[in-house]
């Protein structure tokens, strides 16, 4: 059963960071990209930062470009999303997200860790 699980969440105040972590279970995860994406009260779902399997390459939103670190620890099964210099307007609920095969492609999404920054 694919199931990932979002965690690192919290309350800071600008400027400050927060690492958080998506653990995968289910599925051998360096065989898959994951993403992940954020959603604001009353805004769509944005992708902020994406990785690939295989050479990990890395995508960020302009919007999180300099400031966020997408990386994997495949024998963790872990992907962190690293957010430095955090603004009020990062705040959201963080999702991770990986489209994975199993007997068909699924879409799977975690149940989210909310992320405020305030002061």
């Known amino acids: 059963q694919v199931e990932l699980v979002e965690s690192g969440g919290g309350l800071v105040q600008p400027g400050g960071s927060l690492r958080l972590s998506c653990v995968a279970s289910g599925f051998t995860l360096d065989y898959y990209a994951i993403g992940w994406f954020r959603q604001a009260p009353g805004k769509e779902r944005e992708e902020v930062s994406c990785?690939?399997?295989?050479?990990?390459?890395?995508y960020y939103a302009d919007s999180v470009k300099g400031r966020f670190t997408i990386s994997r620890d495949n024998a963790k099964n872990t992907v962190y999303l690293q957010m430095n210099s955090l603004k009020p307007e990062d705040t959201a609920v963080y999702y991770c997200?990986?489209?994975?095969?199993?007997?068909?492609?699924?879409?799977?999404w975690g149940q989210g860790t909310q992320v405020t920054v305030s002061s």
């Open positions: 997200n990986a489209k994975v095969y199993t007997s068909y492609w699924g879409n799977y």
């Open positions: 990785i690939s399997s295989g050479d990990s390459s890395t």
